[in-house]
């Protein structure tokens, strides 16, 4: 975890980490920073980076993950 930012809590996601700027945009996957980031092609900007061990997330998660956003993003305890 860096910045700040996490998945499982709700307001920080929807609220972004330490910038303050929302990664996750509800009902538009398209426009939020998460999906260009965890879907770019560019190793450069590609989250994770390619420095990491983690690999990048496949199409099928990045596909999985707008959907949600798409359709609203809820968490568990909602």
Request: net charge negative; no cysteine.
């Amino acid at each position: 975890q860096k910045s700040g930012y996490r998945l499982d809590i709700r307001d920080t996601a929807l609220r972004g980490g330490d910038s303050g700027r929302p990664a996750i945009i509800p009902h538009d996957g398209a426009s939020s920073p998460l999906i260009q980031l965890v879907g770019s092609a560019d190793p450069d900007h590609r989250m994770p980076p390619v420095k990491s061990d983690a690999p990048p997330l496949s199409e099928q998660e990045v596909a999985l993950l707008r959907a949600w956003i798409d359709a609203g993003p809820s968490w568990p305890d909602e």
